[in-house]
């Protein structure tokens, strides 16, 4: 351990792939390392240490990991003494054998096994021994959520706005296509009481939104016996400086009553949702073992746009699922032209290792996918722009988040191009300075794209006229 506690400051570069609760996990990998002495960096060939926290959740996503893991072997054969290490889902999923295909890679850690890094590396540096560790745990390692106890986490989220907290891990559904479980294991809540000392801590440093991270947020605390997801979120409302909330995902057929009330009651919540259906057609999703027909899932929204008829609605497709006909594939069609979807996140089915649907004899061939693809994409693009036309003109309050990517790496550092983000998750870039970050300001949306809205902020709060979110 001698080694691992000297002085010398060191460099860690982590490259996270995938979803939200990855970006979470990497959040806690860096905090353990800088009790270890370790500086974040943005540039590998700085870092003494390099991480790959990875996504298996398509197939792609898990090429890209291989494909980083090969530009490594190069640095290291400049820089002989730099620990590379691989976490998250991939690592999970292979295990050991990851080990055996890139011989330049010293510790695999799987979803489980963030706690146990400082081990891992010291083997590395004392012994020069290489390490897999993939078991699951059956408890959740609360003291890797410390980080936020770090001195310097404040300061560095004082250009941070918004944050996101872990509350549960793991799913029980096991949808046919999906390998989550596998590799995240089953569902665990965290402790009520621990999420909402870190939301104070986070809110103490000077973030101002949250979002609640977990597979399957609506699940949380059933196994558990602790308070329901709905009550979780009321109480988070609660927390003082917090002033805008979100969370994600949310599995529709555990969507309860309580938590679509909850947007009619807490303002801080903000009216937006990623509800993913995966398809539109009822004979696809009983093979994907969804838990809900097309019909449960409509009625779920129209009850949301009661509450907030211009709610921020999003969703994940999947198309050439095994056996989708020409007509299943027309349901999901229509079905996002019903929705209107503000956007979609849209993939061709791609099988898994250990999943039931990658054993189905009916696969799609990859023409048929790749055209579906670009047929819904192409769709899903016009009701984008018809949803983001119905925003000109309007004033709407934005939480200014940052730079906008225009401005991203310029070195004056008199921020003048800006990015917020609507209550309804549409991003709005505006001029402004430093001073308005972290600042909820109206605006009036005076310019439309596919992906983002260009806005002038309103001086007057009276102008607020057309509010929509
Ligand atoms: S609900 Fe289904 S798709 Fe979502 S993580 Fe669980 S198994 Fe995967």
């Known amino acids: 351990m001698e080694l691992l506690l000297n002085k010398e400051e060191k460099y860690i570069f982590i490259e996270t792939f995938g979803c939200q609760m990855n970006e979470n996990d990497s959040e806690r990998i860096l905090g353990i390392l800088k009790r270890l002495n370790y500086k974040p960096t943005d540039e590998p060939y700085k870092a003494d240490m390099v991480i790959l926290n990875t996504c298996s959740i398509r197939d792609k996503a898990e090429q890209k990991i291989y ?34 295909r890139a011989p330049h890679l ?21 012994n020069k021994s290489r390490s897999a560790l993939t078991e699951f745990s059956d408890f959740i390692e609360e003291e890797s959520f410390a980080y936020t106890y770090e001195k310097d986490y404040a300061k560095n989220l004082s250009q941070r706005v918004k944050a996101f907290v872990t509350v549960m891990r793991g799913c029980d559904n096991f949808c046919s296509y999906c390998i989550v479980p ?47 997801f709905a009550e979780l979120l009321r109480a988070v409302c609660r927390a003082d400086g917090i002033e805008r909330i979100r969370f994600i995902t949310s599995h529709p057929k555990d969507m309860s009553e309580d938590l679509i009330e909850l947007f009619g009651e807490e303002k801080k919540l903000c009216r937006y949702i990623h509800l993913p259906v995966q398809s539109g057609s009822n004979t696809i999703l009983k093979r994907m073992s969804r838990g809900y027909t097309r019909e449960d899932y409509i009625g779920k929204v129209y009850k949301l746009k009661r509450f907030y008829p211009d709610i921020g609605i999003t969703t994940d ?27 979609i996140f849209s993939f061709k089915y791609s099988p898994r290792p250990e999943t039931k649907a990658a054993a189905f004899a009916d696969q799609i061939a990859e023409q048929i996918k790749e055209e579906r693809l670009a047929i819904l994409q192409e769709t899903q693009r016009d009701i984008t722009m018809r949803n983001n036309q119905k925003m000109l003109g309007k004033v709407v309050d934005i939480l200014v988040e940052g730079r906008s990517k225009t401005t991203e790496g310029a070195y004056d550092n008199t921020i003048n191009q800006l990015m917020g983000r609507t209550s309804c998750s549409k991003i709005v870039n505006i001029s402004g300075g430093n001073a308005y970050l972290g600042k909820i300001v109206p605006v009036r949306i005076e310019k439309i794209s596919a992906n983002s809205l260009m806005g002038i902020m309103v001086k007057n709060r009276e102008e607020r006229i057309n509010i929509c979110c």
């Open 67 to 100: 494909s980083a893991l090969g530009r490594l072997k190069k640095l290291k054969t400049y820089k002989p003494d730099l620990i590379i290490g691989v976490g998250g889902c991939v690592a999970q999923q292979e295990g050991e054998k990851l080990l055996r």
């Open 106 to 126: 010293d510790i695999v850690f799987g979803t489980h096994n963030i706690h146990h890094l400082p081990d891992l590396i010291s083997k590395v540096k004392l």
């Open 182 to 228: 596998y590799v995240r294991g089953r569902e665990m809540s965290r402790k009520s009481n621990d999420i909402l000392q870190e939301v104070e801590r986070l809110a103490e440093a000077g973030i101002k939104e949250i979002t609640l991270v977990g597979q399957n947020v609506n699940s949380y605390g059933n196994k558990e016996e602790d308070i329901s």
């Open 317 to 343: 497709i999947i198309v050439g699922f095994p056996g989708e006909t020409q007509s299943d594939f027309l349901e999901t069609m229509n079905l996002i032209q019903e929705m209107e979807y503000d956007n």
